[in-house]
């Protein structure tokens, strides 16, 4: 008598079932990490963005040397424009000056000599008249080349400095370049404490930014901190401004070249900006 | 596999030990499923045949005849349910005593009658077969897999003391890992619990109604015997 058990229909359900479980977890997982990845909580950083103050040295040093270079380019055309007035007037006057000796002798002619002698001498008059302005023309154009020759003279001097300043501006950052490296890892020692001692507000929004002007000893203490830029949040400003007086003093800095802290350290920029966040 | 911190990679970099206590809940979950599925058709089949079973007894059919028609079914090597081995039983032994002649009919129907109860209990061993295992299976799984968690978070921990910086990215996965080994425990645990109770009350009522069976047959059986002129 064959007795009905079923053990093999049940050992390939139940097989099938766990198969068909593990299947399913294996795809809801992969759905899990592609989700995982996409949704991950953003990590609520407070970074301070770095600010190179050689980089801002730098530029600002440009900056002055176009100003400069625009102020005498104004100025040269100044001294031009006002030579020039110059000379138009004096010829006006030497013209007016002659036609009014032109005059006189023609009334003197006049009154004295009949006209033949008074007509010869006109021609003279003109003829002299004709000389000077000859004369003058000639004056003006001596002149004029002078003035194009001190102008020449202006430009290329102009040139020489813009090279000189050029040379000194790369001289500047070769040495720049090998301190570069070292005022790097001082700004982010900087950075790291002043981000350490930052309690980012509630009330801190993206976008924001607040940038602090801070004034530092060669000991590395804080000798004053000014906001530049505020961030519109009153409460942000006094967050950052605290974040920077709290850490008082940055031994890290001290022993540093002291050339290389006025340069770079004696005053820097601190820009706070909160990033990561979700609203 | 590692850095995504998932399931497969977990189990893959989970300790031996873990790795065992996965391995064993796995295979008792396996095997707890198939008693499920097996006990289910058993159960199901065991119904339909005391069903049919009654029906026909009760048909006003003659006894004899249903009893051959067991034995020709018997004979085509085809299943008998477990009411009909009961009858077949009570009634072959009662036959048995009468045909010998000369005893007395209280001897014949208690004769009958253990017979039937030897049938009745060998029938009710066959349908609770197994049911312990899912017993065992229901108990004993979120043991083991609280086994697999309690070592899997204690080699984590100690990972943990070893490192000089702590941080939850050097506990988690072991923690996750240890996780895992609880769940397949329950995994395990809750289908077996639900089936062992739904089956066990599936049981008693089939076992029930074999032994209110065994009591109208045997008083059938005892008319028979008293009403029939006696020789």
């Known amino acids: 008598m064959r007795v009905f058990n079923g053990y093999p229909v049940s050992i390939i359900a139940s097989v099938l ?27 609520v950083k407070a970074l301070l963005v770095a600010e190179n103050p050689q980089e801002k040295n730098a530029e600002l040093q440009q900056q002055r040397e176009t100003q400069r270079v625009q102020e005498q380019r104004r100025e040269e055309q100044r001294r031009q424009e006002q030579a020039r007035a110059e000379a138009a007037r004096v010829q006006e006057q030497q013209r007016q000056e002659a036609e009014q000796q032109a005059a006189q002798e023609r009334a003197v002619v006049q009154q004295r000599q ?8 006109q021609q003279r008059v003109v003829q002299e008249q004709r000389q000077r302005e000859e004369q003058q023309r000639r004056e003006a154009e001596q002149r004029r080349q002078q003035e194009l020759a001190a102008q020449q003279e202006a430009a290329r001097q102009e040139q020489a400095r813009q090279e000189q300043a050029q040379r000194e501006a790369s001289a500047a950052a070769e040495v720049a370049r090998t301190e570069a490296e070292r005022v790097m890892a001082y700004s982010a020692i900087i950075h790291d404490l002043v981000q350490q001692n930052w309690s980012r507000p509630p009330s801190a ?17 804080v000798l004053e901190v000014e906001v530049v830029q505020s961030s519109g949040d009153f409460a942000f400003d006094r967050a950052a401004e605290s974040a920077v007086l709290r850490v008082r003093r940055f031994t890290e800095l001290q022993g540093m070249d002291i050339r ?4 770079n350290f004696r005053t820097l920029l601190l820009t706070f900006r909160p990033q990561d966040l979700l609203n | 596999m590692g850095e995504s911190l998932n399931v497969w990679g977990l189990i893959a970099e989970a300790t031996t030990a873990v790795q065992l206590v996965m391995l064993i809940l796995m295979a008792a979950s396996v095997t707890s499923w198939v008693m499920i599925v097996q006990r289910w058709m058993v159960l199901n089949a065991a119904e339909k045949g005391m069903f049919s079973f009654e029906k026909r007894f009760w048909s006003g059919m003659d006894l004899s005849q249903l009893f051959r028609e067991g034995s020709s079914k018997q004979k085509e090597n085809q299943a008998t349910g477990g009411m009909e081995n ?70 984590s921990f100690i990972s943990l003391a070893s490192q000089a910086q702590a941080s939850l990215q050097v506990v988690a996965p072991g923690i996750a890992e240890a996780l895992i080994a609880t769940a397949m425990g329950l995994f395990a645990a809750i289908p077996a619990v639900v089936a062992y109770n739904r089956y066990s009350s599936r049981v008693d009522s089939i076992t029930g109604n074999y032994s209110t069976f065994t009591e109208e047959f045997s008083s059938i059986l005892h008319r028979q015997l008293y009403s029939s002129p006696s020789k």
């Open chain 1, 17 to 43: 079932f766990h198969g068909l479980v593990l299947l399913a977890l294996f795809y809801f997982q992969q759905a899990n990490t592609e989700v995982i990845d996409i949704v991950r909580p953003p990590s």
């Open chain 1, 260 to 263: 290389m802290f006025d340069r």
């Open chain 1, 114 to 121: 009949e006209q033949e002698r008074r007509q010869a001498e």
């Open chain 2, 86 to 155: 009961i009858f077949r039983a009570g009634f072959k032994e009662f036959m048995r005593l009468r045909q010998q002649g000369g005893i007395d009919s209280e001897v014949v129907m208690g004769g009958a009658q253990r017979a039937m109860r030897v049938a009745y209990s060998r029938e009710e061993e066959k349908l609770e077969k197994n049911l312990t295992f899912l017993a065992t299976v229901g108990s004993v799984t979120p043991y083991i897999g609280l086994f697999g968690t309690v070592i899997g978070i204690m080699n």
């Open chain 1, 205 to 221: 929004r993206n976008g924001m930014v607040a940038v602090l002007r801070i004034r530092m000893m060669p000991t590395g203490d």
